[in-house]
């Protein structure tokens, strides 16, 4: 019998059974340590997005509001930023997608899932981030007898982010690898 999918599937249970769990317990952090983070933010943490307008890669001007996590939409947020408090990291065995926990400062935790981010790059515990135009997912699903049911942030490239103040450049991206072969008859 062919066992790997059920493994498959097992593990993907228990990764997104981690996620619901760390999202619901913010990080599972002791409250001291989460009260200074709450008490922590700055709007120098949003670099370039906190004057209200962006300039993009292609020269157009963005005009950006910044809002907490419980005014976001399902969906692209457009002309939206976020800025929240890395409460900790989501390990997994696969690289892509780096995915950690924010909390923001009403204490409205979600994961993020960073796609295309390079090997060895991501955030740690406290740093600030902030993301432009979040697009927000709401999962719920059952699987072995149990409900999993989060809010996550997708974010196709790391290169959007801001993490405490400084945007991210394109060595955070992962390089595109392009692999050719012969065959010989």
Same mark, same amino acid.
């Given at each position: 019998?062919?066992?790997?999918?059920?493994?498959?599937?097992?593990?993907?249970?228990?990764?997104?059974?981690?996620?619901?769990?760390?999202?619901?317990?913010?990080?599972?952090?002791?409250?001291?340590?989460?009260?200074?983070?709450?008490? &922590?933010?700055?709007? #120098?943490?949003?670099?370039? *997005?906190?004057?209200? +307008? @962006?300039?993009? %890669?292609? $020269?157009?001007? !963005?005009?950006?509001?910044?809002?907490?996590?419980?005014?976001?939409?399902?969906?692209?947020?457009?002309?939206?930023?976020?800025?929240?408090?890395?409460?900790?990291?989501?390990?997994?065995?696969?690289?892509?997608?780096?995915?950690? &926990?924010?909390?923001? #400062?009403?204490?409205?935790? *979600?994961?993020?899932? +960073? @796609?295309?981010? %390079?090997? $060895?790059?991501? !955030?740690?515990?406290?740093?600030?981030?902030?993301?432009?135009?979040?697009?927000?997912?709401?999962?719920?699903?059952?699987?072995?007898?149990?409900?999993?049911?989060?809010?996550?942030?997708?974010?196709?490239?790391?290169?959007?982010?801001?993490?405490?103040?400084?945007?991210?450049?394109?060595?955070?991206?992962?390089?595109?690898?392009?692999?050719?072969?012969t065959k010989c008859e």
């Amino acid at each position: 019998m062919w066992t790997e999918p059920k493994e498959k599937m097992e593990q993907l249970v228990i990764y997104l059974s981690k996620i619901q769990d760390l999202v619901e317990k913010k990080g599972k952090l002791k409250p001291k340590r989460l009260q200074q983070l709450l008490g &922590a933010f700055k709007s #120098s943490d949003l670099g370039p *997005y906190g004057g209200g +307008i @962006f300039q993009s %890669a292609k $020269g157009d001007k !963005v005009t950006l509001e910044p809002v907490k996590l419980d005014q976001l939409d399902k969906g692209l947020n457009k002309e939206k930023v976020i800025l929240g408090k890395v409460v900790c990291n989501i390990m997994i065995d696969e690289p892509i997608p780096f995915t950690f &926990a924010l909390i923001d #400062s009403e204490g409205t935790c *979600y994961a993020v899932n +960073i @796609f295309n981010i %390079a090997q $060895g790059q991501g !955030v740690i515990i406290g740093d600030s981030v902030a993301i432009p135009e979040p697009f927000v997912m709401h999962h719920e699903l059952s699987a072995s007898d149990k409900v999993i049911k989060f809010p996550s942030i997708r974010v196709e490239t790391p290169v959007v982010l801001v993490v405490n103040g400084k945007k991210w450049g394109i060595e955070k991206q992962a390089p595109t690898v392009l692999s050719v072969s012969t065959k010989c008859e």
